[in-house]
């Protein structure tokens, strides 16, 4: 108690700023949307048959079965397939949750936006700066690169919560519209 009263200060500065990095970090947080699609394989004949090989009325996978679902999996999070996957997106600027023209902000929120706006541009600003001190010139990747990581980060696939058979793709988005498109397509 003696060596928490003694430093006193610096245990109430570091609690401070313990608090206002959540609120700040909680604050800039955007919100994610998730949309998910659960996707069936169907199994090439060559593994049907297989399984109706096993006597006795065993239902259980084969390994052949499991190794065609982690195949399609795999799949899902490919980079060259995830690259064709943008590419069939279509193309909307409008969608997104845009402001509501019929309801006024308030005071706080009119803030929230300003304090958003500065910290964004900060962080952009500082980013670009590291980016272009430390970033050499035969490291670089193109702009459709960095979507496709983007989207590689913010998917989710995960096999046989339902069924041994069924596959769960979860996509994570700031716009609900563009995260169902992403997984639909």
Partial sequence: LRVLLR?????????????LGGYLRTVTQPSL??????????FTSEAMALSSIR????????????????????????PQFINQVLEALPIDKSSGPGPNPTLQ???TERFRTQFLEM????????????DAVLMTGDKLISEREQQVMQVINRLEVTSGTEASHIITASFQS???????????T
């Fill in 7 to 19: 430093y006193r200060f610096t245990v109430f500065a570091v609690a401070v700023f313990v608090i």
């Fill in 33 to 42: 949307y998730e949309a998910t699609a659960r996707l069936a394989v169907r």
């Fill in 55 to 78: 006597e006795g009325g065993n239902y259980f996978r084969t390994p052949l079965l499991e190794e065609e679902v982690k195949a399609h999996m795999v799949q899902l999070s490919d």
């Fill in 105 to 107: 902000p308030t005071a």
């Fill in 119 to 130: 910290y964004y541009g900060i962080r952009k600003s500082a980013v670009a700066f590291f």
């Fill in 174 to 184: 700031m716009d609900p519209i563009s995260a169902a498109k992403m997984v639909n």
